[in-house]
């Protein structure tokens, strides 16, 4: 019997998930968020591999929506690990009561629009049931692992772990041999961890990356101190930023076409010795403009060669993709240093296709590579991978899967055409990627709850994307999108990495302070390009 008084049934309890019932609950909503993991934190909780880290400032990545809060946790890292994101995570949830209102190892099946009681009628996979009148998918961007289909992986003799799916007991490597396929975010940082650790670390690489340093350390008490000071006009400051954080050195308005090769290597040199994203700012137009970003890519693949012995090696270790086309990665770990170790090889996959998995191993490169543990940092089926995990049946039957036969079609990243009621966070068509995720799951959740507290007052019930609505934002992303570098590669951002996924670039290019006051402004004019009853 399905329980008629839930008003939201949110699905995921990350940070999206938990933001979504602190603030549902001071609506004075009656919310549930379900979490197929044991243990709140989303992200935090899956991705436990060595190495795993935020690649955006913690005084940045983290919630702003509360003083108090924001006040009293210490980061102990200018980029915490995962075990210290979780740590924060089960603190957000235990600091504003949450627990009573999550239910943990409860996976969402599928969910029906109810056309007659205007409800949401969703089923978990142990067959419970609720009715909701808003359904808030907080399913996570990057939460669905991907796993290529290698010939053979069920066969491998030894160990596999997915980076997206590690255990929660600690692995030793000490004395394995360890092969690591993916060369992303994840990749990265494992990959100087293992080395470390294993007899033997070998990488298959399929696209060479473009890692920049963190300069990773201890949190600065004096930076820290400058930060909470003024913690409310920092946020402010960053909400005023295209990523949404980064305020302290924003994107230099200078072209990299206008100034004399000596200014524009002293300025990279300034922004690489920072750290982080901040390079991709050295100039206004690096990601807008292929030869502004050759000029930045040349930069890094010269640090390559200047670190890595090998010049083979080096070769194979320099991207030929724009730089930040696939999403830049952020190194605290050595990631090229890693491959001076005699313990170290690359295998560079163009060279020498991955044939498949052996009992023993990969073969790719002619050979058997001899194996005790298989790594997985294949990354996710991203954005949309949750939602066509789940089985959702909109207004007339029509399912999620058939709904984005073509793409994540989508009006300002928040509704679906033919899914009244139905909310998603961080997802396609808005400009989560690209900014301080957090930032966008506290943008997105006012705003819903904002949406919702508007239907009560004007006493309506079901609030929907029109087609037409949506079809003009798809051809905004798209739009805004050709203006950038971002088209020039394959990337997850337009789902190249999983076989058969349509090509359509999702997150909205284009700015976070732009994309908020368009958000606030279908809002102030009545939900515009919604139609409600
Ligand atoms: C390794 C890694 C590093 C990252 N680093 C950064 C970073 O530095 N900066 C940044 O801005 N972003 C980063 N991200 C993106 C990150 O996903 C977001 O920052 C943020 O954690 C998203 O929060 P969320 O609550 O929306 O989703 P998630 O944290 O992914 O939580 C979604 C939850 O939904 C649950 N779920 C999914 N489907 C179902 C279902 N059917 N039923 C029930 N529960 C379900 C999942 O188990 C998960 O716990 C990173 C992502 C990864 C994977």
Redesign the pocket.
């Known amino acids: 019997m399905a329980d008629p008084s839930l008003d939201v049934l949110i ?8 933001y979504m019932l602190i603030k549902a609950r001071s609506l004075g909503l009656k919310a549930l968020a ?4 044991p243990s ?8 436990r591999y060595p190495g ?5 400032q913690s005084l940045e ?1 983290s919630f702003s929506f509360d003083e108090a809060l924001q006040q009293e946790w210490r980061w102990t890292e200018r ?1 915490a690990s ?1 075990p210290e994101l979780l740590r924060y995570a089960n603190h957000v949830a235990d600091r504003f009561a949450l627990r009573d209102s999550i239910r943990l190892e ?4 599928g969910a029906t629009w109810d056309e007659d009681e205007r409800r949401w009628v969703a089923t ?1 996979d142990e067959g419970e049931r609720w009715s909701a009148r808003f359904l808030v998918m ?7 692992p991907n796993t290529p289909n290698f010939e053979g992986l069920d066969h491998f003799a030894g160990t596999t772990h997915h ?2 799916d590690w255990p929660h007991e600690a692995v030793d490597f000490g004395g394995q041999r360890v092969g690591v396929i993916g060369t992303g ?2 990749g990265v ?1 494992a990959i100087p961890e293992i080395a470390r650790q294993a007899r033997s670390l070998t990488v298959f690489q399929r696209t060479a990356a473009y890692a920049v340093p963190s300069h990773n350390g201890p949190l600065d008490a004096a930076w820290e101190a400058r930060v909470k000071a003024d913690y409310a006009g920092f946020r402010a400051r960053n909400r005023l930023m295209r990523t949404g954080f980064g305020c302290e050195l924003p994107p230099h308005m200078v072209s990299a076409l206008a100034v004399s090769p000596e200014e524009r290597e002293s300025r990279f040199e300034e922004r690489w010795a920072y750290g982080g994203f901040a390079l991709l700012g050295t100039f206004y137009d690096i990601m807008l403009d292929l030869r502004a970003n050759e000029f930045a890519a040349e930069f890094v693949r010269a640090k390559i060669r200047a670190t890595v012995h090998n010049a083979q090696t080096a070769r194979r270790l320099s991207p030929t993709q724009p730089i930040g086309c696939k999403r830049l990665c ?1 190194d605290s770990g050595g990631y090229y240093e890693t491959f001076n170790r005699s313990n170290v090889q690359l295998v560079d996959l163009n060279e020498a296709p991955l044939e498949r998995i052996t009992p023993r191993g990969v073969f790719a490169d002619g050979r058997e590579h001899e194996l005790d543990v298989l790594v997985l940092a294949t990354g ?1 089926d991203a954005v949309t991978g ?1 939602l066509m ?2 089985k959702l049946q909109g207004r007339d039957g029509l399912s999620i899967q058939e709904k984005w036969r073509p793409g994540a079609l989508n009006y300002l990243g928040l509704a679906v055409a033919g899914f009244p009621n139905m909310f998603n ?2 997802g396609a068509g808005s400009t ?1 990627a690209f ?4 930032q ?2 506290e943008h997105h959740v006012n705003w819903i709850c904002e949406c919702i507290a508007w239907l009560d007052t004007q006493r309506l019930t079901t609030i929907e994307a029109t087609v037409h609505a949506e079809a003009d934002w798809m051809a905004h992303v798209q739009a805004m999108a050709e203006q950038t570098v971002f088209l020039s590669c394959n990337s997850w951002y337009m789902g190249a990495n999983v076989p058969g996924k349509p090509r359509l670039f999702m997150p909205l290019t284009g700015g976070f302070p732009a994309y908020v006051e368009r958000c606030a402004q279908v809002a102030t004019n009545g939900y515009e390009g919604f139609r409600v009853s």
């Open positions: 699905v995921g309890a990350g940070f999206g998930g938990m379900i979490e197929s993991a709140v934190g989303g992200t935090w909780y899956h991705n795993a880290r935020v690649d955006i990545y980029y995962q409860t996976r969402l099946a978990s907080a399913s996570g961007p990057l939460s669905a980076t997206a975010s994840s940082q952020v996710f949750t995990r789940t966070i961080a989560s900014t301080s995720v957090i966008s799951i």
